[in-house]
């Protein structure tokens, strides 16, 4: 069943950040991973206007998402986005 991978992110940093974004293609698709949306122009429908940038990534199930984010090579990453954004990250298994 598949999973997707929902992050939320402020970035404070833009330069910083586009070194985190060169890094992680590589390692999503090693999982298994492949981009749904990256960023791109977002719409508020309800609720507090979300002003944050919004990525979603599709995974073959729940536990390709929990080892891609739990991998070494995600983690020696995510050492680029530090200081350069804040961010919340969630899992969500899909519909079969």
């Not at 929990?66 to 969630?90: D, T, V, W």
């Amino acid at each position: 069943m598949p999973a997707y991978f929902i992050g939320r992110i402020e970035v404070t940093d833009p330069s910083r950040y586009s070194e985190y974004m060169k890094a992680t293609p590589g390692v999503i698709a090693k999982y298994g991973g492949k981009f749904i949306a990256r960023g791109g122009e977002t719409t508020t429908l309800e609720g507090p206007e979300e002003t944050r940038r919004i990525v979603i990534i599709e995974f073959p199930s729940l536990e390709a998402a929990k080892a891609f984010f739990q991998s070494a090579e995600y983690q020696q990453a995510k050492q680029l986005r530090e200081g350069a954004a804040e961010a919340q990250f969630i899992a969500v298994e899909g519909v079969a």
